[in-house]
């Protein structure tokens, strides 16, 4: 995908890709809790603060209000309002795989 992008010039993707790229080299994915450490301002201890809480994705991270980041990692204001304002910039990602079925002709 990445030498596809680059030939067709698409930074913004190509971009994307390398991400994920890293994130596959990292062996972070979107459900474990070590993909919060991509956020600016969350490092390991605050991942193994916030799994205690149940905060293990993206996906339940924005569901958190700023006031409660800041009261379970110990930090003022406005620490949970960056880490959200830096939540916002992660793209949401959706794969939907579908088979269609094929019929083979006989003559």
């Known amino acids: 995908m990445r030498d596809c992008y680059l030939n067709r010039k698409q930074a913004t ?3 994307t ?3 994920l ?3 596959l080299r990292a062996r ?3 459900d474990l809790p070590g993909v919060l450490r991509q956020l600016e301002g969350i490092g390991p201890a605050y991942v193994g603060t916030l799994a205690l809480k149940g905060i293990e994705t993206f996906d339940r991270l ?3 209000e700023p006031e409660e980041l800041e009261v379970w990692c110990k930090r003022s204001t406005p620490f949970g309002r960056e880490v959200l304002k830096s939540l916002e910039r ?4 959706q794969l939907e795989v579908s088979k269609k079925s ?3 002709m006989l003559d």
């Open 102 to 104: 094929q019929v083979a």
């Open 90 to 93: 992660v793209p949401k990602y």
């Open 62 to 64: 924005r569901q958190t």
């Open 28 to 30: 972070t994915w979107h």
């Open 17 to 19: 890709i390398i991400a």
């Open 13 to 15: 993707s190509l971009l």
């Open 21 to 23: 790229e890293g994130c």
